[in-house]
């Protein structure tokens, strides 16, 4: 082979390699990177990551925002109106910020409560995100289900414990035998007197 066409070989399978190797990292770095959104009930029923960074989704519940005076800490709740979910964030929060608006948080679960790294809330009055949209609905029907669940069970125990107010069956005579004599309920009549001694 050409020494000229085998060196232009090497340095286009080593371009080639190169290019492959930079795909690679490039597809690895944003599976690392990418955060899936869950809502509260969702993570109540264990189906968020426990030891990687997730996408919280939900509403900030009235009266719940607490600050820790002298930082930058704030503690409040995010729910989807079934469950609730605690939410711990120290930073500078969006002036959109605020209860009963939507909010996504990015951190990780810590203990029984949320870590957030991150905040974002809606841009007006009006708009919920369609993620923290789609979460609700998850919750909203898992809710429905469940609920219709625990009253079907809760309808068969009723019939399970309604009393069998039908009347004794009779017991039917063998073969061959005669039908006992009925009993009757009334009581014995009294012997009749002797009659007097006539004169």
């Keep these: 082979m050409n020494p ?56 900030v519940r009235e009266g719940s925002i607490r600050r820790v005076s002298g930082t930058l800490q704030t503690d409040f709740t995010v729910t989807d109106r079934f469950h609730d979910l605690r939410v711990q964030y120290t930073g500078i929060l969006p002036d959109l910020f605020r209860e009963g608006q939507s909010v996504i948080a990015t951190g990780h679960m810590s203990g029984g409560h949320f870590t957030a790294t991150e ?22 029907a898992a809710h429905r289900e469940a609920g219709s669940s625990e009253q079907g069970a809760g309808s068969r125990g009723k019939t399970d414990g309604v009393p069998d107010l039908s009347p004794p069956t009779q017991k039917k005579s063998g073969p061959g035998q ?9 009581p014995p009549a009294s012997s009749p007197l002797p009659a007097p001694p006539q004169k």
């Design 4 to 59: 000229v066409r085998k060196r232009r070989l090497i340095a286009a399978a080593l371009i080639l390699a190169s290019v492959a190797a930079a795909t690679a990292l490039t597809v690895f770095a944003l599976q690392q990177n990418m955060t899936y959104l869950y809502s509260p009930s969702e993570v109540e029923a264990g189906k968020s990551p426990i030891s990687t960074p997730f996408r919280l989704g939900g509403v």
């Design 178 to 186: 005669a039908p006992g004599p009925a009993r009757s309920s009334l």
């Design 119 to 140: 905040v974002l809330a809606k841009h007006d009055e009006t708009y919920m995100p369609k993620e923290v949209a789609d979460a609700i609905a998850k919750a909203k």
